[in-house]
Every structure is written in structure tokens, then in C-alpha cells.
């Protein structure tokens, strides 16, 4: 008797640019998703040097470019400074590499557009790490929106708040606008929350009226460009209204991403930091899913990995996410990865918002039909 054999397909060889908390976060996806994580490139030689010691990489390269164009290298995941995200992953793309590119994509709209034009044009893959779609539990969110269980979209609230930010003598190079870009706290959290929110309901933010803050006019020594929380009302081309607030000074609240979507017949919340539950309303009581297969859409269920009960959190979306884009990259059709379009809509959005705060009006948020979005796979 003999037993036929599949080989499995090549495991990408993976190249990490960065050595900060979202680096040991890619790593350790790309691991679990079965990536050899090869070479690892940060801001100077002797820091890729550490970096590789402290990831356990084996090869430190002297430069990101130098790491881009290596030979060695299929899949290049970029955790770098915003401002650095353009070209890094345009001359990454350019040589048929894989691309995962931290969000923002870049910092502005232009620079966004030609990055996901460039992208659509290759036959790699290329994603933005808008990894919150990724909790089975708002997969679960997004089956019961398609199945028409809410009915008609009434209201959207969203939540982003976090304190990490909180005191003038808190700093990092985010507050920095010639590092991080015009906008931070929407540009850094918001987008998620805007992500999940168009993501889950299949409807777009038509329009948005926004006012921003910055609380700290100084940080340390430097003067603050940024802005530390946003508040938005926006309007959904579905003709529904909503309320978005997104802060980085929020005293106690670590990483509080929700959002409540209610229609005609219940209304669903979801909380980031509860991950294992779906609040469900109706007019006569509410309950709280718990993330239990039978209980799940197969959508949702395919994303839960371990037994109801052993909980589930951040690092298992973002190993879901790169698993997915991994599988896309070997030929897959995978639905719902956000893409380079994604990572575009969110320079919109982001664009819009600042705006709209500049001038005390609402701003309209135009978005690409799918046909223009050059083999974006959403």
C-alpha cells in the first residue's frame, strides 16, 4: 500500500522592515502562517543587528532597500515610520515582491492612489493590515448584516479611544508629522474603526463633519502638528447616520475599539477588548453570542481556531490576516483581505476628516467602484 503525498506549497521567504512592537507582531504572524522569516532591516546597521537577535532572524540587513531587492527575500513586510511606506513598498512591488505595508499606506491621497494603482497591476500580493476584520466574532457581525438580519442600517457609534498619549511628556515619532504624516490619531486608529465599520455593514461613509484637538500643543520640547482625538458625524451612502470619536488621550482606556450598527429589526456591538462576544438587541431583550461554532456562520467560524472557551485575541487576527494574504499570494481565492484599495479608502477618509475640521464643513468621501480597483481583492 502506498499514500500519496501533496507537497505543500513553498513557504514564502519573508523579509521584516523594522524592529518595534509591530515588527515582533509581523513576525510572529508570518511564523504561525507558516513564512520563513529570513532577514530583518531598521533604521541603521547596528539595529538590525539587535533587531535580528531579538526576533531571532538570521540575517540583519544593512538597509531596507538592500533587504527589498534581495534575492532571498519573496515577501516583504513593512513596519517602518509612515512617511517611509511609499517607497518602500513601490520599489517592493516594482520587483514582483509580496507586500504586507502597515497602515497608513502612505500620507497622502496622491501617493496612496499610485500605490494601489501599482499594486493592482502586479501579480502579487500586496495587503494593509486592517486586521480587526479578522476576529471570528466580527466576521460573525458581517454574516448577520448580509443575511438581512438587521434590516434596514439606522444608526452607526464608533469608538477608538486609547491613553498612551496622555501626558505632554508622553512622546513618539507618530507625533511627529515629518515621520508619521498630517494626521495621527485618525490616520493610526480611526482608519481601523472606519475599516470595520464600512467592512462589516457593505456601505460606505458618504460624508463627514469633524472637529480635532490637539491637548498637548507641546510635547517635550517639540511643537505638535498632530492631532491627539477626533470627533466625526458622518452619513452612509445607504442613508444611514453615525458618530465616530478617536482618541489617544483617554485616561484608563488601553485599547477600546467598538462599534454599535443598529437597523430596523436588532442591533449588533462589537468591543475589541471583549473579543469573544457579539452583543445582540432586539426590542424585546438582547444577548450576548458567544464565539461558539454551531452558534457561528461558517464565514465566521472558519476563523476560530481553538475551542469555545480558550479565548482568542489580537495576535490571532493578525496571524488569520497574514495566513490569508499568504494563501492569496499561492493562488487562493480568499475573501475580504483589505487591500491596497482599502489602504487608499483610508487616505480618503483620513484626508476628508482633516479637512473637514480645517473648515468647519462637511466634506464629501468619494470612493472607487470596484471595476477601478485594479485586482484589489476585498
Not at 539587535?50 to 532597500?65: D, H, K, Q
Not at 442600517?153 to 498612551?164: C, H, I, P, S
Not at 467592512?199 to 492631532?227: C, K, L, N
Not at 483620513?350 to 470596484?370: F, K, M, Y
Request: charged share 20%.
Amino acid at each position: 500500500m502506498t499514500t500519496t503525498v501533496i507537497a505543500a506549497d513553498p513557504a514564502p521567504t519573508v523579509g521584516i522592515l523594522g524592529g518595534g512592537f509591530m515588527a515582533r507582531v509581523h513576525t510572529a504572524a508570518a511564523r504561525a502562517a507558516g513564512g520563513s522569516v529570513v532577514g530583518v532591516a531598521t533604521s541603521s546597521p547596528e539595529s538590525s543587528v539587535r533587531a535580528a537577535r531579538t526576533l531571532g532572524i538570521p540575517l540583519a540587513f544593512e538597509s531596507a532597500i538592500d533587504l527589498i531587492e534581495s534575492d532571498e527575500i519573496d515577501t516583504v513586510h513593512i513596519c517602518t515610520p509612515n512617511v517611509t511606506h511609499e517607497a518602500f513598498a513601490s520599489r517592493a512591488i516594482e520587483l514582483g515582491k509580496n507586500v504586507i505595508c502597515e497602515k497608513p499606506l502612505a500620507t497622502s491621497v496622491a501617493a496612496a492612489r499610485e500605490l494601489m494603482e501599482h499594486a493592482g497591476a502586479s501579480a502579487a500580493a500586496s495587503a494593509v493590515p486592517f486586521v480587526y476584520r479578522y476576529h471570528p466574532m466580527v466576521r460573525e457581525a458581517r454574516a448577520r448584516m448580509r443575511r438581512g438580519e438587521l434590516g434596514r442600517l439606522f444608526t452607526v457609534r464608533g469608538e477608538y479611544l486609547q491613553d498612551w498619549l496622555w501626558s505632554d511628556d508622553d512622546d513618539d515619532w507618530r507625533v511627529d508629522a515629518d515621520r508619521g504624516g498630517p494626521s495621527r490619531a485618525f490616520a493610526d486608529i480611526g482608519s481601523h474603526l472606519c475599516d470595520l465599520i464600512e467592512f462589516v455593514t457593505d456601505d460606505r461613509i458618504s460624508r463627514v463633519s469633524a472637529t480635532a484637538s490637539t491637548v498637548h500643543p507641546r510635547r517635550g520640547t517639540a511643537q505638535v502638528r498632530t492631532e491627539d482625538a477626533v470627533a466625526v458625524a458622518f452619513e452612509t451612502e445607504g442613508g444611514a447616520i453615525g458618530t465616530l470619536l478617536v482618541s489617544q488621550v483617554s485616561a484608563g482606556r488601553k485599547n477600546h475599539l467598538t462599534f454599535e450598527i443598529s437597523g430596523q429589526h436588532e442591533s449588533l456591538v462589537f468591543d475589541q477588548e471583549q473579543p469573544e462576544l457579539l452583543w445582540v438587541g432586539r426590542v424585546g431583550g438582547f444577548t450576548a453570542v458567544p464565539r461558539v461554532e454551531q452558534l457561528m456562520d461558517a464565514s465566521a467560524a472558519g476563523y476560530s481556531i481553538v475551542p469555545a472557551g480558550h479565548p482568542m485575541g489580537y495576535q490571532d487576527a493578525f496571524n488569520a490576516f497574514v495566513r490569508d494574504v499568504y494563501r492569496s499570494a499561492a493562488g487562493a481565492a480568499v475573501d475580504g483581505i483589505p487591500s491596497f484599495a482599502d489602504g487608499y479608502r483610508a487616505a480618503v477618509l483620513t484626508e476628508a476628516v482633516l479637512d473637514s475640521s480645517r473648515r468647519g464643513s462637511w466634506v464629501d468621501t468619494p470612493h472607487l467602484d470596484l471595476s477601478e480597483q485594479q485586482g484589489a481583492r476585498r
